[in-house]
């Protein structure tokens, strides 16, 4: 097990490599700090009223998830997932006007940490650049790639050890939340080895979740994460739209 140090947090964007099967450096987490501002000072709030409006049921804590771009009829449009069941969002009215979720989901800061953490996405993995060839209908803001985005935690609880089949081979952003926080480590496995992420307001980790088991730790307090993603199957759909469009 590898704890990261806290002084070498501290010192920015961090990222941790291992060697892969072919004889080059592959990364597996980058480190960085989502930015305070006036526009993340509500985060208690808008986590607790994102589950409270679209909860579904998990292995260990709450989650809720919002997709641009699950696929219905064999056609990617947007959907929303409350309560267990998949609901289609008109096209005009986006995720606006979704009952309980319609002002959260426009709140300022939801789509503030969504432009942080696609800039943070972008300059750890440049290739994530692709997904902004997928119509911008489906993707969650017209600024970033990101299609899908969920929230996880609440308080004294933890997130069992899991990988993010959604996601594929796709890196994606997480971004922990929860001040005066005990516990909560973010635990990355490779191979037979343990990198642990200790918890931190803001904090930002970039991975391929779908490629790495992980997990939250448990924790004392009120935790969240909040992770944006694109959903593989978006992105094979559209790119192969895009090249059939270039032949």
């Excluded at 006007?97 to 503030?112: D, G, K, P, W």
Aim: proline content about 4%.
């Amino acid at each position: 097990v590898y704890r990261i140090p806290a002084a070498l947090l501290e010192k920015g964007n961090v990222a941790f490599f291992q060697q892969s099967a072919y004889g080059c450096k592959e990364a597996i987490v980058y480190i960085g700090k989502c930015k305070d501002s006036l526009l993340t000072k509500y985060w208690h709030s808008l986590c607790e009223m994102f589950l409270e409006a679209g909860a579904v049921h998990a292995k260990s804590a709450p989650m809720a998830v919002v997709n641009m771009a699950a696929t219905i009829g064999g056609a990617y449009v947007p959907t929303i997932n409350i309560n267990g069941h998949t609901y289609q969002i008109p096209y005009k009215t986006r995720i606006a006007r979704i009952s309980a979720c319609a002002q959260l989901l426009h709140n300022c800061s939801v789509e503030y940490m969504a432009q942080e953490a696609w800039s943070f996405i972008i300059e750890c993995f440049p290739e994530m650049r692709k997904a902004m060839e997928i119509p911008v209908e489906h993707r969650l803001y017209p600024q970033t790639g990101w299609t899908a985005m969920a929230v996880v935690g609440g308080r004294d609880s933890e997130n069992h050890k899991h990988k993010d089949v959604r996601e594929g081979n796709w890196p994606g952003v997480l971004i922990t939340l929860g001040e005066d926080v005990i516990g909560g480590i973010t635990r990355y496995w490779v191979g037979n080895n343990t990198l642990e992420v200790t918890h931190e307001h803001l904090r930002m980790q970039a991975c391929r979740y779908g490629r790495y088991l992980h997990e939250g730790t448990p924790w004392l307090g009120a935790r969240y994460c909040v992770s944006y993603f694109v959903q593989s199957g978006a992105m094979k759909y559209f790119l192969e739209v895009t090249r059939q469009q270039c032949n």
